[in-house]
T-cell receptor, first 111, second 113 residues
Framework: EDQVTQSPEALRLQEGESSSLNCSYTVSGLRGLFWYRQDPGKGPEFLFTLYSAGEEKEKERLKATLTKKESFLHITAPKPEDSATYLCAADQIQGAQKLVFGQGTRLTINP | NAGVTQTPKFRVLKTGQSMTLLCAQDMNHEYMYWYRQDPGMGLRLIHYSVGEGTTAKGEVPDGYNVSRLKKQNFLLGLESAAPSQTSVYFC????????????FGDGTRLSIL
């Protein structure tokens, strides 16, 4: 069964304290791995797409990496405005991009 | 630049009532999707559409119906609402051609009493 698992469920950091979020996937024929950010009361906002193992993408304090079994979202020197829930999703089938989502990691950055 | 717009934003229903959630996108996307988001469950696909006039079942389709009469609109209907359908519903759209990100609306918060 195709599955995406994120860890930890919640993470609390001090401002400036770097860390990583994990997304493990068991999806046959992965076409792409997506990272989204979701703020309370809002819909997910697209961050990155990773297509193949070894690929890296960066945006401000965020860097996403991909291996054959998992993806990491590295957060460097985070600020309070980086607080959000981060979702990963695997694109599993051709045609319409049917995504399998993880449960998310709720990240809180304390000033 | 609206993107994906969902209406209504909030709704409270009684068990057995029916309602329709509307999703509109202005990005000329071919693909549209309806998800529900429940605590600890992540986003789960209800139905999706690959183009005007087409619909298909997702992971959790029971109790829902959809229609895509116009390319820009995707409607989600609850024929006889049940408390188990209390959730936050998200609509998304994406373009064709390779692996494209889905763009989401801000959700409809639905409570069934």
């Amino acid at each position: 069964e195709d599955q995406v698992t994120q860890s930890p469920e919640a993470l609390r950091l001090q401002e400036g304290e770097s860390s990583s979020l994990n997304c493990s996937y068991t999806v046959s024929g992965l076409r792409g791995l997506f990272w989204y950010r979701q703020d309370p009361g809002k819909g997910p906002e697209f961050l990155f797409t990773l297509y193949s193992a070894g690929e890296e993408k960066e945006k401000e304090r965020l860097k996403a990496t991909l291996t054959k079994k998992e993806s990491f979202l590295h957060i460097t020197a985070p600020k309070p405005e980086d607080s959000a829930t981060y979702l990963c999703a695997a694109d599993q089938i051709q045609g319409a991009q049917k995504l399998v989502f993880g449960q998310g990691t709720r990240l809180t950055i304390n000033p | 630049n609206a993107g994906v717009t969902q209406t209504p934003k909030f709704r409270v229903l009684k068990t057995g009532q029916s309602m329709t959630l509307l999703c509109a996108q202005d990005m000329n996307h071919e693909y549209m999707y309806w998800y529900r988001q429940d605590p600890g469950m992540g986003l789960r696909l209800i139905h999706y559409s690959v183009g005007e006039g087409t619909t298909a079942k997702g992971e959790v389709p029971d109790g829902y119906n959809v229609s895509r009469l116009k390319k820009q609109n995707f409607l989600l209907g609850l024929e006889s609402a049940a408390p188990s359908q209390t959730s936050v519903y998200f609509c998304a759209s994406s373009s064709t051609g390779g692996v494209q990100p889905q763009h989401f609306g801000d959700g409809t918060r639905l409570s069934i009493l």
